[in-house]
């Protein structure tokens, strides 16, 4: 491919020359240039051999500013070529590029004729990953010690939020998958689209716009924000790589959940937020409760509140069962009853006791002289006057001889029981 590319512009060349020459002479089949006409013809053929737009992989050297112009080498450790951007197209650039910076550039061929110098016309700039990643590392180096990334500063997320900002591009497949989302799942919560930059250099705005929204959180009764951007590239994140923007979100008062770009990508500001989620419709799901789950949950403890009250009713019947019987036992006409029970019993108890029941029986009352019982021959002696009270009266007599069992020979085995 190299020969062949070579003799076509060795041809490009020769044609060149002989339509651009005036009656020069050639000697020995050369062709004969003047400087213009060489070097317009040099211009010639890299027009038309080359594409007319391309990207370049590079590293920045030197940046500087001259006349409103930047001007730059672009190195790759093997080669070098000068590289300009005209100042009309550098205020619609949204990256700066500085010394160190990786790059891809997008950009054509300018070849100045008048002395034969190339550079690449830059169109567009933008970081090449590994200057992101580099960006990155030095944010984290310099937050790091500041504990802003510490597990124990992030705070728990609102179970059920009743508003939430989401602060996107505008309008965006992210935004649409998560208003579609919070719908789904929980839609009593009020969303606040907050429409943001999500690419270049606009950190700035970012964090204007974040703060002015913290104004009116409490007027809005905000209760978390969502900063979310749909996938792209890593160089694309770049924006949320920003030391400006990672403070803010730390000082945040409203807990911050971030969804950017796809699950493997991780950017300062996720690692500040209080919540990371992998997509902006994770961030949601995150945020909001699940409708179906909740409504389930709440069908099951409606379920468990239904039985503990059934509960509670049947035993609040059966205390109600019980006073009502100890009120009817202490009804005055039932205790009256009861009472009359109570002394019947115990005059039945008296009668079965008294001694007129035993007088009945053939049983007697001995009394002395002065109407004391003889409860023992010991009170008696021949001659004293007792009195004998039966069933139906009274007797008197006089004692003739006193015999005491106390004194008698126990009695007389029987036969039948002698050994």
Same mark, same amino acid.
């Given at each position: 491919?190299?020969?062949?590319?070579?003799?076509?512009?060795?041809?490009?060349?020769?044609?060149?020359?002989?339509?651009?020459?005036?009656?020069?002479?050639?000697?020995?089949?050369?062709?004969?240039?003047?400087?213009?006409?060489?070097?317009?013809?040099?211009?010639?053929?890299?027009?038309?051999?080359?594409?007319?737009?391309?990207?370049?992989?590079?590293?920045?050297?030197?940046?500087?500013?001259?006349?409103?112009?930047?001007?730059?080498?672009?190195?790759?450790?093997?080669?070098?070529?000068?590289?300009?951007?005209?100042?009309?197209?550098?205020?619609?650039?949204?990256?700066?590029?500085?010394?160190?910076?990786?790059?891809?550039?997008?950009?054509?061929?300018?070849?100045?004729?008048?002395?034969?110098?190339?550079?690449?016309?830059?169109?567009?700039?933008?970081?090449?990953?590994?200057?992101?990643?580099?960006?990155?590392?030095?944010?984290?180096?310099?937050?790091?010690?500041? %504990?802003?990334?510490?597990?124990?500063?992030?705070?728990?997320?609102?179970?059920?939020?009743?508003?939430?900002?989401?602060?996107?591009?505008?309008?965006?497949?992210?935004?649409?998958?998560?208003?579609?989302?919070?719908?789904?799942?929980?839609?009593?919560?009020?969303?606040?689209?907050?429409?943001?930059?999500?690419?270049?250099?606009?950190?700035?705005?970012?964090?204007?716009?974040?703060?002015?929204?913290?104004?009116?959180?409490?007027?809005?009764?905000?209760?978390?924000?969502?900063?979310?951007?749909? %996938?792209?590239?890593?160089?694309?994140?770049?924006?949320?790589?920003?030391?400006?923007?990672?403070?803010?979100?730390?000082?945040?008062?409203?807990?911050?959940?971030?969804?950017?770009?796809?699950?493997?990508?991780?950017?300062?500001?996720?690692?500040?937020?209080?919540?990371?989620?992998?997509?902006?419709?994770?961030?949601?799901?995150?945020?909001?409760?699940?409708?179906?789950?909740?409504?389930?949950?709440?069908?099951?403890?409606?379920?468990?509140?239904?039985?503990?009250?059934?509960?509670?009713?049947?035993?609040?019947?059966?205390?109600?069962?019980?006073?009502?019987?100890?009120?009817?036992?202490?009804?005055?006409?039932?205790?009256?009853?009861?009472?009359?029970?109570?002394?019947?019993?115990?005059?039945?108890?008296?009668?079965?006791?008294?001694?007129?029941?035993?007088?009945?029986?053939?049983?007697?009352?001995?009394?002395?002289?002065?109407?004391?019982?003889?409860?023992?021959?010991?009170?008696?002696?021949?001659?004293?006057?007792?009195?004998?009270?039966?069933?139906?009266?009274?007797?008197?007599?006089?004692?003739?001889?006193?015999?005491?069992?106390?004194?008698?020979?126990?009695?007389?085995?029987?036969?039948?029981?002698?050994?």
């Amino acid at each position: 491919m190299e020969s062949s590319w070579t003799d076509g512009a060795s041809q490009g060349l020769a044609s060149d020359a002989a339509l651009i020459s005036t009656g020069t002479s050639r000697r020995d089949g050369l062709p004969r240039y003047s400087v213009a006409s060489f070097n317009q013809a040099i211009g010639n053929l890299l027009e038309r051999g080359f594409a007319p737009r391309f990207l370049i992989d590079a590293t920045v050297s030197r940046p500087q500013l001259k006349k409103g112009h930047l001007w730059m080498t672009l190195v790759d450790g093997e080669a070098s070529v000068s590289a300009v951007v005209w100042a009309s197209q550098l205020t619609r650039l949204t990256f700066r590029p500085e010394e160190g910076d990786g790059v891809v550039v997008v950009g054509k061929l300018n070849f100045w004729a008048a002395r034969a110098s190339l550079a690449v016309h830059v169109l567009d700039v933008r970081p090449s990953l590994s200057s992101v990643l580099r960006q990155f590392e030095r944010t984290l180096e310099r937050l790091a010690p500041e %504990g802003l990334f510490e597990p124990e500063r992030k705070r728990p997320l609102p179970e059920a939020p009743r508003a939430i900002a989401l602060l996107t591009g505008v309008p965006s497949s992210a935004l649409a998958d998560m208003l579609r989302t919070a719908a789904e799942r929980w839609p009593a919560t009020r969303l606040v689209v907050v429409p943001i930059p999500v690419q270049g250099a606009v950190e700035a705005r970012i964090c204007a716009t974040l703060a002015g929204l913290l104004e009116q959180a409490e007027i809005l009764g905000l209760e978390a924000i969502v900063l979310a951007r749909g %996938g792209g590239s890593r160089e694309d994140l770049a924006v949320f790589d920003g030391e400006s923007l990672a403070r803010l979100l730390a000082h945040c008062p409203l807990p911050v959940v971030t969804g950017l770009g796809h699950e493997d990508d991780t950017t300062i500001a996720d690692l500040v937020a209080d919540y990371r989620a992998a997509t902006p419709t994770a961030a949601i799901v995150a945020l909001l409760p699940d409708r179906p789950a909740a409504l389930q949950r709440i069908q099951q403890e409606r379920r468990q509140l239904h039985s503990l009250l059934r509960l509670r009713l049947e035993g609040i019947a059966r205390l109600d069962h019980d006073r009502r019987q100890q009120l009817q036992l202490w009804q005055p006409s039932r205790a009256l009853e009861a009472r009359r029970r109570e002394l019947a019993q115990r005059r039945h108890l008296l009668e079965a006791l008294s001694p007129e029941r035993l007088l009945s029986k053939g049983f007697c009352l001995l009394r002395q002289s002065n109407g004391k019982l003889v409860r023992s021959v010991e009170q008696l002696a021949p001659g004293n006057a007792i009195e004998a009270q039966v069933a139906d009266g009274r007797a008197e007599a006089l004692v003739t001889a006193v015999h005491s069992t106390a004194h008698l020979p126990p009695p007389a085995p029987s036969s039948a029981s002698t050994p």
